[in-house]
């Protein structure tokens, strides 16, 4: 094993020319002077030099992962619009489909972790489209990237050399560690001290391996829920109705009070039948304002919020899960907007549209990257319309007519 001390001659060489550089000095002088830094806090951290500088030593920065910071969907894309293209027809039938196919798998993870197969598979379908979308970006690049520029280093820090950590222990093939920009990576997308803390080994191979064991995946994800509190036999909520004149300041997650007070508070059930009443604790979230779908968020809730620390994130895994327990496309109370989101059905054939439109948008995903977005914003201007890029029903049908 070689001494955490004993520096590869290319990496002193990248640091002796970040030190010549100005102020103004690039970014592949600045990072490799942090590989550097970070290469001695490996030492403390437990890991091997040979393992830092097999994997770490080597990586170029990948600056794009730095504006993602501050871009996340699940804040800034509208609610409708966001459960549009993570609910849709297509996910739901794929999701039966994989309750079906690793049914007795998922019978053995109930009868360990006793969270249900629904759940599970919902969170494998929005996490990778059950492991289709793995993300594409090399897990370490944008680890040591966000460990050396922007905001929250320490956090990315900690990430960086859990993912070392793996990869030393031997669970997961390198080759194989792609993911999210932030790091998450594996059929349900865990954060590597997440895999750390919570992965399980349900295969018996000797191996926690997120990326290539479907058993591994769904029973550390149900591991995940339960340690955050997972309730079994209890819904995550109750989609309600408010009163008229009520003060939505009383609403928000941790606002808990007990259904007994809901129901005295003039909520009711969404189809207008009374709320079950108890003791039972539910925080009421509006993700649209008061003019749209509530919901009484009870304690399960709150475990699949703690997967992703968004409500709109948790919703669409409740969502889908009833969803594929047989419940009913949509909410009783509609989203308030004249222009809903598209499925991802819809997305491709907005992309074909525009296409057909002679926009040269690449490949027909679904995925609106910046290239549709573009192209979007020239179509609307054309139509007269405000060209801010969002495609929903609206432009869909507008592309559809002929000019």
Not at 154 to 170: H, P, Q, S, V, W
Not at 241 to 252: E, H, K, N, T, V
Not at 264 to 280: E, F, I, M, N, V
Not at 293 to 301: E, G, M
Request: charged share 20%; with cysteine.
């Amino acid at each position: 094993m070689t001494a955490m001390n004993t520096v590869p001659a290319s990496l002193l060489a990248a640091v002796a020319l970040a030190a010549a550089l100005p102020a103004h000095a690039n970014d592949e002088a600045a990072f490799a002077a942090c590989l550097q830094e970070l290469r001695g806090e490996a030492r403390t951290r437990g890991l091997s030099a040979a393992t830092f500088d097999a994997h770490a030593a080597p990586l170029a920065p990948d600056m794009a992962v730095v504006g993602f910071l501050d871009a996340q969907p699940e804040f800034t894309t509208a609610i409708w619009d966001y459960l549009a293209g993570l609910v849709d027809d297509e996910r739901v039938a794929d999701g039966q489909a994989m309750l079906r196919e690793w049914a007795d798998t998922l019978a053995a993870v109930q009868a360990r972790y006793d969270v249900d197969p629904a759940t599970v598979v919902a969170v494998w379908g929005v996490e990778s489209n059950y492991g289709r979308n793995f993300g594409r970006r090399p897990l370490l690049q944008s680890l040591a990237t966000l460990s050396c520029f922007g905001r929250r280093q320490a956090f990315f820090r900690d990430e960086m050399f859990a993912t070392l950590k793996i990869i030393e222990e031997g669970h997961v093939d390198p080759a194989h560690l792609t993911g999210s920009w932030a790091g998450a990576f594996g059929h349900t997308q865990f954060m590597p001290t997440t895999y750390q803390r919570l992965a399980v080994d349900f295969d018996g191979d000797g191996r926690r391996d997120l990326v290539g064991s479907v058993p591994d995946a769904l029973a550390s994800t149900a591991n995940f829920l339960v340690k955050a509190g997972w309730q079994p036999n209890q819904p995550w909520g109750i989609e309600a109705r408010l009163p008229a004149g009520f003060d939505a300041s009383q609403a928000g997650r941790r606002a808990k009070r007990s259904l007994a007070q809901w129901q005295a508070a003039g909520l009711t059930r969404a189809d207008g039948g009374a709320l079950p009443g108890g003791d039972t604790q539910a925080g009421l979230i509006l993700p649209a304002g008061p003019n749209g779908p509530a919901f009484l968020t009870l304690r399960n809730f709150d475990a699949l919020f703690s997967y992703n620390a968004a409500e709109s994130y948790a919703l669409a895994i409740a969502h889908l899960a009833d969803r594929l327990r047989g419940a009913p496309a949509g909410f009783r109370t509609p989203w308030p907007t004249d222009d809903p989101g598209l499925s991802r059905a819809d997305r491709r054939e907005v992309q074909r549209l525009l296409i057909e439109r002679g926009h040269d948008i690449g490949e027909v995903d679904g995925l609106l990257g910046t290239n549709t977005r573009r192209a979007i914003a020239e179509v609307q201007r054309q139509f007269g319309w405000e060209p801010d890029g969002r495609a929903g029903q609206r432009l869909l049908q507008r592309l559809r007519q002929p000019d």
